[in-house]
């Protein structure tokens, strides 16, 4: 996820746009070394969140940014209906062999559409590739049911990464990446008419593959659950 320096992304001709990157990082991703720092920090907290606020009443899941689907295979217990949407069609067929009961969409976060209602919406690590998160956020927003949870994780805006560094059959690729404040993107979903309800940040340790911060215990990635008031 760490890489230096470069200022003038737009220009860099070897950072691909998230689809592309993801597409050739597909088949390597759930290698990918930060995986295990992930799993044993972000997924707990979401997983119990959803766990808490999960009744026979909440049975429907939008995963935005679904990727090889480890989410929605870990929660097909939790509802009777679920669906991931993702711009990179290399994640989604991962996805679609590991989640084989989950409903599967290719689309952009900014442009998707649907008339279905959700009692839980997830975004994990997405917003992070995102240029402008708002248009994204107010799709999630309207994709809820009214007493529906949304849940947000991202990579800390602290952490310092310039572009998303992936692993491929051959080598590696970047990722277009942008930095977004947890203080902002909560600020915005408050101002919407969200109320935040649970949160969480995950620190450096022993299962993080970054080696070179200054500040031990930094910051890498926090977890927002919103309910609208
Ligand atoms: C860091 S991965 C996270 C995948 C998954 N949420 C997880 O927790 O393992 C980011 C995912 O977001 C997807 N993505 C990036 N930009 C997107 C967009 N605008 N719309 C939908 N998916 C997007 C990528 O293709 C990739 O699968």
Redesign the pocket.
């Known amino acids: 996820m760490i890489h230096t320096s470069p200022t003038h992304l737009d220009s860099r001709k070897d950072v691909l746009t998230?689809?592309d990157a993801?597409d050739a990082a597909s088949v390597r991703y759930d290698e990918w070394k930060w995986q295990a720092f992930w799993r044993s920090t972000e997924a707990p907290f979401v997983l119990n969140t959803i766990g808490r606020h999960t009744d026979a009443e909440r049975d429907s899941l939008l995963d935005?940014?679904?990727?090889?689907g480890?989410?929605l295979k870990e929660l097909q217990p939790y509802f009777r209906s679920s669906v991931g949407?993702?711009?990179?069609q290399g994640?989604l067929s991962i996805a679609r062999a590991r989640a084989p009961l989950s409903e599967f969409i290719h689309?952009?976060?900014?442009e998707f559409r649907s008339n279905t209602r959700f009692d839980v919406v997830l975004c994990?690590?997405?917003l992070s590739?995102?240029e402008d998160y708002r248009i994204?956020l107010r799709m999630m927003m309207q994709m809820l049911k009214p007493k529906g949870l949304l849940l947000i994780s991202n990579v800390d805006a602290s952490h310092p990464y310039e572009l998303t560094k992936l692993p491929t059959a051959d080598g590696s690729v970047m990722a277009a990446t942008f930095k977004h404040r947890q203080s902002s993107i909560n600020e915005y979903l408050k101002l919407a008419g969200m109320q935040l309800i649970s949160d969480a940040v995950f620190c450096d340790d022993a299962s993080s593959p970054v080696t070179n911060l200054s500040a031990a215990h930094a910051k890498l990635g926090w977890a927002s659950a919103f309910q609208f008031i």
Request: net charge negative; glycine share 8%.
């Open positions: 998230p689809a993801y935005v940014g679904c990727g090889t480890f989410y949407i993702d711009v990179s994640m689309a952009d976060s900014a994990t690590r997405v590739h995102l994204s």
